[in-house]
């Protein structure tokens, strides 16, 4: 800061004298806080595909788990039981048996029950298709972009992905092989309906970002899986 001069003053009889202002205090520099623009947190959303159905699509609209696909269930919740910790995470489930078994031993370790939600359900067949022809039309609309299926196809990943990234809290979804592949799609801009072919009770680790991004962190384990 800089000083005031000392001004020279002259008195009654003619003298000088000097006038010495007194220094301003000094203001502490105001120090700016950052701009809270919402939460700055990640949220962790875990994917789990359905363990082995007791049937095909294309010969039940809503089969249950055969024996190896409850082993399954059992196995991943043993994997996933530790992230309770302390608190259980919320368990979302599309309303499908095989989903709703599947999810079931997690949620019985957790002491909770499974909230159903239709947004995570698997991906609908055409109206007027046979149900024997349900597999043939799966197998060629994974070779295909969600854009090539059409607007009754983009409307049901758009619904999905939605549900997904408005979630602010940490998740375990029990879903679908096609839903799943559509969100994996959306965090890695990809359009194709097909990008990972995800085994039976794999888990797909996504992160939702402070932004509302949403990026994969780790795809499910993969394998030769028979769509049926």
Request: a positive charge; aromatic letters at 6%; charged letters at 25%.
């Amino acid at each position: 800061m800089t000083s005031i001069p000392m001004v020279p003053q002259t008195t009654a009889n003619g003298l000088r004298r000097r006038v010495v202002h007194p220094r301003r205090p000094v203001r502490p520099t105001q120090r700016r806080l950052p701009l809270r623009r919402g939460p700055r947190f990640v949220t962790h959303i875990y994917m789990v595909r359905h363990g082995r159905a007791s049937a095909g699509w294309d010969t039940a609209v809503d089969p249950d788990l055969d024996e190896i696909g409850q082993h399954q269930a059992e196995r991943v919740a043993d994997e996933l039981h530790s992230l309770a910790n302390p608190t259980p995470l919320t368990i979302i489930s599309s309303p499908l048996a095989r989903c709703r078994q599947t999810a079931q031993p997690l949620a019985t370790k957790w002491g909770i029950e499974p909230i159903i939600h239709n947004e995570v359900a698997e991906i609908p067949s055409p109206e007027g298709v046979d149900m024997s022809k349900r597999v043939e039309w799966l197998r060629v609309a994974m070779t295909k972009t969600w854009t090539e299926l059409g607007e009754r196809y983009t409307n049901y990943r758009d619904n999905l992905v939605n549900y997904v990234t408005s979630l602010n809290h940490d998740t375990v979804i029990f879903s679908h092989f096609v839903a799943i592949n559509a969100v994996i799609g959306h965090a890695t801009h990809d359009d194709q309906v097909l990008t990972m072919s995800l085994d039976n009770c794999s888990v797909t680790v996504f992160e939702k970002q402070p932004d509302g991004t949403l990026m994969l962190k780790r795809g499910g384990r993969e394998a030769d899986t028979l769509i049926r």
